[in-house]
């Protein structure tokens, strides 16, 4: 599989990623080598093996539905790059 | 004792000679602040933290005056700057956090400082843990205080934790924090001629840690001798209840492992990792540190793990799809660097354009590929069954063997430059680490020789999981036999 400039941009745009296009053709080829370096997988049969998710198994821990943590807007919005009052900031998103 | 002096003592000597009152914490500390003054040359430290350290150092006095204090009172230690640090910047040496000042302390960092520990500065790391030689930081590369003969050029001192292996092999401090994802405790640890363990997943807490690959970060220490490692370790570890992945059970006494008999231990030798092109000096390494182990009482037992070759292409599916997804918080809104769009998704995309660097750019996209739609089958879930076999690969070798034995990486270190070009080149680096990650197993680098370049080489220890007593133990084994004593020309004084 490999992919095109067309597929670059898609996939720019979903990681939000904006990417000069002079530099699209350059990066699909990087995309594409490494693409073709993982592809060996395909040579191993995996047929009823399944994925492993988590390395030591554990059964999920449960703790208390309570509130143990929070009380300070201030030190949330500290390192904002834009804040009004306790909110952050943002471009308008709603017309 | 002069400054000079004090700066040669191993983190373990440090401690004892702090009890002994031979020195206070606040001279031993001024040693390593003027050590780290006078390696800036070496880029490994991207923010240092002196005020701070004397005023921690002249706290622990006062605690040791009353023989009183923690398992690291009074010791300087550095910091990768993966790590969360109340009140002091902390940016994963990428351009995307800016100056972001965490309002917290990640668990590890707050375990050392309640032992006692004097915090001496940030290091330098690859952005976001991304890399294998430290080149890819926001802060330009590090350089390693080893050079080959010629002198020609700076090496690289490994990744992505190249400020803590480079510091620590410059006496910058006695012991230094590090995280490894693919190897990037063991194979920095490994080009620098120091000591680097990563211990199994769910040893060491990963809150406040800035994430990579969840399933796969691990925070283990890089020091100079195999004693060091132990110490730092016991206070590293433990259970949080703030990382749901970390593991409650009691941390032992690590240091007390040492000096452990070998009769009846059993080290298996994988024949997989006897790749092709490997060179007669890392064949030969190997062979010592079989003779070694063999003369310290150890059986040496041939096994195999049959999907090795498939590791690195599984990690580079797994690691770039967790990466892409934790890196998604990074998006100009809460905290780091913003570039103003027109709308909200133009803001997203200019932010993440410019603050992510080319090799985390790449590694989120190849993640962002592997999760899309049509492609996940092929890609993520094949990767994660694939995992499952490497893991199976080992559980089967442990029947058979205690610990597995391997060399740590393919070479010594590279010069600057030389493999930024080929991100494939560069990923083959981690061939010898990247399995332990992926199957969540401890892994320790030794020091163990030099290269005809005079270059330190290392040897990698494979345990079973939650066996660290056990690496421990083997390891001073191989540091013993091995006497590397070699340290570099200081040229960057």
Not at chain 2, 124 to 148: K, L, Q, Y
Not at chain 2, 336 to 356: V, W
């Amino acid at each position: 599989m490999s992919v095109d400039d067309k597929t670059v941009h898609r996939i720019a745009r979903l990681a939000r990623i904006a990417v000069p296009e002079e530099e699209i053709a350059s990066l699909g080829t990087e995309l594409n080598a490494i693409l073709g370096f993982i592809e060996q997988l395909s040579e191993v049969n995996t047929d009823d093996i399944l994925p492993m998710t988590a390395v030591v198994e554990t059964e999920i821990k449960r703790r208390e539905d309570a509130v143990t943590d929070g009380g300070y807007v201030e030190d949330v919005t500290a390192n904002a790059p834009a804040c009004d009052d306790d909110y952050f900031a943002v471009p308008k998103v709603v017309e | 004792m002069s400054a000079s002096k004090l700066t040669d003592l191993s983190l373990a000597e440090a401690r004892d000679g702090l009890r002994q009152k031979d020195f206070t914490s606040e001279e031993l500390t001024q040693a390593h602040i003027s050590a780290m003054e006078a390696g800036r040359k070496l880029n490994a430290v991207i923010l240092e933290t002196p005020e701070k350290a004397l005023e921690m150092a002249k706290a622990s006095d006062a605690k040791l005056s009353n023989e009183e204090g923690g398992a690291l009172e009074g010791l300087p230690i550095g910091v990768k700057d993966l790590f969360c640090t109340k009140g002091v910047r902390t940016t994963a040496c990428s351009k995307i956090l800016g100056d972001f000042t965490p309002p917290y302390e990640s668990t590890v960092t707050q375990n050392l400082w309640d032992a006692g520990a004097v915090h001496l500065g940030k290091l330098n790391n690859d952005e976001f843990a991304m890399g294998s030689s430290n080149e890819t930081s926001c802060f330009g590369p590090v350089n390693n205080p080893w050079r080959n003969k010629a002198k020609e050029t700076n090496l690289v001192p490994g990744g992505s934790s190249g400020g803590s292996s480079a510091s620590i092999a410059a006496h910058i401090g006695v012991a230094a924090t590090a995280t490894d994802t693919g190897g990037s405790i063991r194979q920095p640890a490994a080009f620098t001629g120091t000591v680097g363990l990563k211990p199994t997943y769910g040893r060491c807490s990963r809150w406040g840690i800035v994430a990579f690959a969840s399933s796969l970060d691990q925070a283990g220490p890089i020091t100079r001798t195999v004693r060091d490692s132990a110490i730092m370790l016991g206070a590293m570890a433990g259970h949080d209840v703030k990382d749901t992945t970390s593991i409650n059970a009691p941390v032992p006494d690590y240091e007390s492992a040492l000096g452990a008999n070998l009769n009846g231990k059993k080290v298996g030798i994988p024949k997989e990792y006897r790749i092709d092109g490997m060179s007669d000096e890392i064949e030969e390494l190997w062979q010592h540190g079989i003779d070694w182990l063999k003369d310290a009482g150890a059986e040496i037992v041939d096994v195999s793990l049959p999907h090795t070759k498939y590791a690195l292409p599984a990690y580079y599916i797994i690691a770039p799809a967790e990466a892409s997804s934790n890196l998604a918080r990074y998006d100009g809104v809460r905290y780091g660097t913003r570039l103003e769009g027109d709308n909200l998704l133009e803001m997203y995309e200019k932010t993440r354009g410019a603050g992510f660097g080319a090799e985390v750019r790449r590694r989120i996209m190849i993640g962002t590929y592997v999760l899309s739609a049509g492609y996940y089958d092929a890609y993520y879930l094949k990767a994660l069954k694939v995992r499952r076999l490497i893991s199976d690969d080992f559980k089967q070798a442990f029947e058979k063997c205690d610990v597995l034995l391997t060399p740590a990486t393919p070479s010594s270190a590279f010069a600057i430059g030389e493999n930024l070009d080929d991100p494939l080149a560069m990923y083959m680096n981690d061939v010898f680490t990247v399995t332990v990650n992926l199957a969540g197993l401890p892994g320790i680098s030794v020091p163990a020789g030099l290269d005809a370049q005079g270059l330190p080489l290392g040897l990698q220890l494979i345990g079973q999981p939650f066996g660290e007593e056990a690496l421990l133990g083997m390891a001073e084994k191989i540091e013993q036999a091995a006497g590397f004593d070699a340290r570099p020309d200081a040229w960057w004084e």
